[in-house]
Nanobody, 122 residues
Framework: QVHLVESGGGSVQTGGSLTLSCIIS????????VGWFRQAPGKEREGVAR????????SYPNPVRGRFTVSRDNSKNTVYLQMNNLKPEDTAMYYC???????????????WGQGTQVTASS
């Protein structure tokens, strides 16, 4: 059974940085495509980063492009999300997910982690 565990969330001031980690266990096929998503209270879950199985391609939506960087270390079964210049609007619960199809859309996520809270305040 596949499990994903996120860590690294916390509270920072506007402009601060955090690095989230997602440890993947139980995946028996080749390394999966992974997405990072977030959900703020009262809002729909949205994708913020995606990385291919070998880490050779990434993608980001406009609100985070240039501030967020996704990477992975397949020897550690871990995917990271480096977040710089955090803004109050980045405040949300952040989730990693194994993507059934390697596109950053909620409908393609087949296994979710439990989430980690990120709060950025001025």
């Amino acid at each position: 059974q596949v499990h994903l565990v996120e860590s690294g969330g916390g509270s920072v001031q506007t402009g601060g940085s955090l690095t989230l980690s997602c440890i993947i266990s139980g995946y028996t096929d080749s390394n999966p495509c992974v997405g990072w998503f977030r959900q703020a209270p009262g809002k729909e879950r949205e994708g913020v980063a995606r990385i291919t199985s070998r880490g050779d391609a990434t993608s980001y939506p406009n609100p985070v492009r240039g501030r967020f960087t996704v990477s992975r270390d397949n020897s550690k079964n871990t995917v990271y999300l480096q977040m710089n210049n955090l803004k109050p609007e980045d405040t949300a619960m952040y989730y990693c997910a194994v993507l059934d199809f390697c596109s950053l859309q909620v409908k393609f996520a087949k296994v979710w982690g439990q989430g980690t809270q990120v709060t950025a305040s001025s």
